[in-house]
């Protein structure tokens, strides 16, 4: 049996007008007269009834619809399974959004390419939160992670905890400032010099663009996602910044000797955003890298 038959007779049972199926099908009326023709023999059952008011379906017609309609439906299913299993060798590239480098990505990767084959993390960071939500409504980004406290309008796949902890350059006067409230306040909640409020108002954004602060006084001199040009700006200006601990394993080697790193009890909740659309052989993908990134 010829599919396409089935599909024809389908278009004309919906239309019952010859002249609309034909257009629809991009056939011509006698083209599509022969594909019913020989739909009918191979069943030996007339579909239609075409008269002076119109043409109708016949009541084996109308049976035959249903039918055709369920095969049609495992049929594109069963295609779609073909076209998905013959892209088992193709690399699958899946594109990430991050406000922060995560070195630990790439055991990610390993892990979805261990488990599924042929995939490629392609990772975007340094993006700010908007720029992240414009690329995953643009279908430019299958999946982002981003600050809770900056997404209230998203819904999150998966939600997870990231400690933060503060970088100083070794040895700065500023390091026993801080340790002397941290010990003050218990928990280290709140830094050298800084109101409690001013403070949590930073924190649900400290990972959307990380603040680089200078001085007693926390004079704040930039925000930047360069991991680079936070290392430069704390080692040559004595500064210091709040940053998750995740991304101390980013921090190029060479710096690490100048640099002091100091725990917090510091806490802020990250989300892991679907884009609206992911194709289909993608979806396995997501949902695996959504589970191991909140579980890193």
Same mark, same amino acid.
């Given at each position: ?8 007779f389908i278009v004309l049972a919906e239309t019952l007008n010859y002249h609309k199926a034909s257009e629809r099908l991009y056939l011509s009326q006698p083209a599509l007269t022969k594909k019913i023709h020989g739909l009918e023999d191979i069943l030996g059952a007339s579909l239609f009834i075409r008269g002076p008011n119109g043409t109708r379906l016949t009541d084996f017609g109308h049976k035959t619809l249903e039918n055709a309609r369920k095969f049609l439906s495992h049929y594109e299913q069963f295609k ?13 590239? %899946? ?13 990610? *990767?390993?892990? +979805? #390419? ?10 975007? =960071?340094?993006?700010?939160? *908007?720029?992240? $939500? ?6 430019? &980004? ?9 997404? =209230? ?7 997870? =905890?990231?400690? %933060? !902890? ?7 006067? &500023? ?7 941290? @010990? ?5 909640? !709140? ?8 403070? +949590? ?7 959307? !663009? ?9 004079? %704040?001199?930039?925000? =930047? ?13 004595? #500064? ?9 394993? @980013? ?6 000797? &100048?640099? *002091? $790193? ?6 802020? *909740? ?11 052989? &993608? $979806? ?6 959504? #589970?191991?990134? #909140?579980?890193?």
């Amino acid at each position: 049996m010829d599919i396409r038959n089935l599909e024809a007779f389908i278009v004309l049972a919906e239309t019952l007008n010859y002249h609309k199926a034909s257009e629809r099908l991009y056939l011509s009326q006698p083209a599509l007269t022969k594909k019913i023709h020989g739909l009918e023999d191979i069943l030996g059952a007339s579909l239609f009834i075409r008269g002076p008011n119109g043409t109708r379906l016949t009541d084996f017609g109308h049976k035959t619809l249903e039918n055709a309609r369920k095969f049609l439906s495992h049929y594109e299913q069963f295609k779609s399974r073909v076209h998905f299993d013959s892209k088992e060798d193709i690399i699958r590239h %899946l594109y990430v959004g991050s406000c922060f480098p995560i070195h630990n990505y790439s055991q990610i *990767e390993k892990q +979805i #390419a261990d488990k599924k084959g042929n995939v490629v993390l392609a990772l975007m =960071t340094g993006l700010s939160v *908007e720029q992240q $939500i414009s690329l995953l409504n643009a279908g430019m &980004l299958h999946v982002a992670v981003m600050p809770l406290a900056a997404i =209230t309008q998203l819904e999150p796949k998966k939600i997870f =905890t990231e400690k %933060l !902890v503060y970088i100083f350059k070794r040895r700065s006067h &500023l390091i026993p400032k801080f340790r002397a409230e941290k @010990s003050r306040f218990g928990n280290g909640n !709140v830094p050298v010099y800084s109101s409690e409020k001013k403070d +949590i108002v930073e924190l649900t954004d400290c990972l959307n !663009v990380f603040p680089i602060y200078t001085g007693d006084s926390k004079h %704040l001199l930039l925000k =930047t996602n360069d991991i680079m040009l936070i290392m430069e700006m704390i080692t040559k200006n004595s #500064a210091y910044t709040c940053v998750p601990q995740r991304i101390i394993s @980013s921090i190029p080697e060479y710096y690490m000797d &100048l640099l *002091e $790193i100091v725990e917090t009890d510091k806490k802020i *909740e990250l989300g892991v955003i679907w884009g609206k659309s992911i194709d289909d052989h &993608l $979806i396995d993908d997501v949902e695996s890298f959504s #589970a191991l990134v #909140a579980n890193l």
